[in-house]
């Protein structure tokens, strides 16, 4: 069985750090690109960031670009989201979700960890 | 960026009835070399994440129910489901994978009327 188990979320103060992890299981976790894909309370899907089966390659939304950090662990089956200079507006549920292998689009997604930014 | 944009953002229809949404995209995502389009349908039910429907445009994801179909080429696309159920009620986003960065549609909300 597939699974994408985040965690690492929390409530925390404009300017703060926090780092999500992306737990996978029930499939080669090497031969995957995964993204982030965020939810602000109430509103649409946003795409965060990704990074392709190698890890050689990354891309970020404008948004987020020059203070979140994309990485994954093969030997762990784990990718992460650091998140840093954290803004009242990166408040969302933050998702990863599995790429499919012949394009970017999204097979499997986790439950999601929830990001607070609140002072 | 590739900006798409789903109409209606609000649907209301009967059970059994037809559900049609539509997402337009601000580029065209047909692809000349393998003639495909860059295109794929997700469901969102309440409480829960995304999943997947629909991708290249119109292939469904093993285990969608058959009147779950998309339709549609290059700018212009919809998402039909034909005999609606209550389990369908729902928000659906169209996104494009045609570019990078991926993006999705605004979302439409599909409920019972």
């Known amino acids: 069985e597939v699974r994408l188990v985040e965690s690492g979320g929390g409530v925390v103060r404009p300017g703060e750090s926090l780092r999500l992890t992306c737990e996978v299981s029930g499939f080669t976790f090497g031969d995957y690109g995964f993204s982030w894909v965020r939810q602000a309370p109430g509103k649409g899907l946003e795409w965060v960031s990704d990074?392709?089966?190698?890890?050689?390659?990354?891309g970020y939304a404008d948004s987020v670009r020059g203070r979140f950090t994309i990485s994954r662990d093969d030997g762990k089956h784990s990718l992460y989201l650091e998140m840093n200079s954290l803004r009242v507006d990166d408040t969302a549920l933050y998702y990863c979700?599995?790429?499919?292998?012949?394009?970017?689009?999204?097979?499997?997604w986790g439950q999601g960890t929830l990001v607070a930014v609140s002072s | 960026d590739a900006v798409l944009t789903q109409s209606p953002e609000y649907l209301p229809v009967s059970l059994g009835e037809r559900a049609t949404i539509n997402c337009t995209s601000s580029q065209s995502l047909l692809y000349s070399l393998d003639n495909k389009n860059y295109l794929a349908w997700y469901q969102q039910r309440p409480g829960q994440p995304p999943k997947l429907l629909i991708f290249w445009a119109s292939t469904r994801e093993s285990g969608v129910p058959e009147r779950f179909s998309g339709s549609g080429s290059g700018t212009d696309f919809a998402l039909t489901i034909n005999s609606l159920q209550a389990e369908d009620v729902a928000l659906y986003y169209c996104q494009q994978y045609f570019r990078s960065p991926p993006a999705f549609g605004q979302g439409t909300r599909v409920e019972i009327k």
């Open positions: 979700a599995r790429a499919n292998r012949a394009a970017e689009y999204f097979d499997f």
């Open positions: 990074i392709i089966w190698s890890g050689d390659k990354t």
